[in-house]
């Protein structure tokens, strides 16, 4: 059983349009990590949220944690074909897990110019 | 470059040979994990460390794996008896247990067992 669904899991997109991944559970998360993945390497932290609520944006991504703390969002906007990747969501439980971080099994995002 | 660390970056073995992948974690990060990763999937959990302690095994982590912190520093992993099915991403992340759910990644050990 995946704890955290991804969806969708693989986009293809033309530059310049906008896009939403979404990552959902029925488990509360402490917190939940957004990373990016190219092929062959490990994933890179783009961003936490802690908060329910919470909304961050890094340049032309924004980052939304759900109220109940078991949902995330990322939206892109104006998609360049530097974004193509594998777009992961961990989840971190409590402390007494060892905020072991769980992921979901990803969004490959194509973004072609 | 502080980042975490893992070597080797590539290992072709064959079935039934025992490897070994390094993680040198950023440094005076108390945790560290490891995972395991298949093509088109989401990182697995192998197991993680807090300082030299070895908190939490997945069961995953069959009999033929072992992993340590002997010192609270660098871990090692090693698989004892490789069969195909453990071809995969291995990675280490760290983390400082003050800041609780950061984890930072290597860039991994690409394994193939032939």
């Known amino acids: 059983t995946q704890l955290l669904e991804q969806s969708p899991q693989f986009l293809s997109i033309q530059e310049g349009e906008n896009l939403t991944v979404y990552c959902n559970s029925s488990?509360?998360?402490?917190?939940l990590q957004w990373y990016r993945q190219e092929p062959g390497e490990g994933p890179v932290l783009l961003v936490t949220?802690?908060?329910?609520?919470e909304v961050k944006k890094l340049k032309r991504l924004t980052f939304q944690f759900g109220d109940a703390r078991k949902d995330s969002s990322l939206h892109i906007t104006a998609a360049q074909p530097g974004d193509t990747g594998l777009y992961l969501c961990?989840?971190?439980?409590?402390?007494?897990?060892?905020?072991?971080?769980?992921f979901g099994a990803g969004t490959i995002l194509r973004v072609k110019s | 470059d502080t980042g975490v660390s893992q070597d080797p970056r590539h290992k072709i073995t064959k079935r039934g040979q025992n490897v070994t992948f390094r993680c040198d974690p950023i440094?005076?990060?108390?945790?560290l994990y490891w995972y395991r990763q298949t093509l088109g999937q989401g990182p697995e959990f192998l197991t993680y460390?807090?300082?030299?302690?070895?908190?939490?095994k997945s069961r995953l982590l069959s009999d033929r794996f072992s992993a340590e912190r002997p010192k609270g520093s660098f871990s090692t992993l090693e698989i004892q008896r490789t069969e195909q099915g453990d071809s995969a991403m291995y990675l280490c992340?760290?983390?400082?247990?003050?800041?609780?759910?950061?984890?930072?990644f290597g860039q991994g050990t690409r394994l193939t067992v032939v």
């Open positions: 440094s005076e990060h108390n945790r």
């Open positions: 949220v802690v908060t329910g609520g």
């Open positions: 961990a989840g971190a439980r409590s402390l007494e897990y060892g905020n072991k971080l769980v």
């Open positions: 460390f807090q300082n030299e302690a070895q908190l939490e």
């Open positions: 992340a760290s983390s400082l247990i003050a800041d609780g759910t950061e984890a930072f």
């Open positions: 488990s509360v998360f402490s917190s």
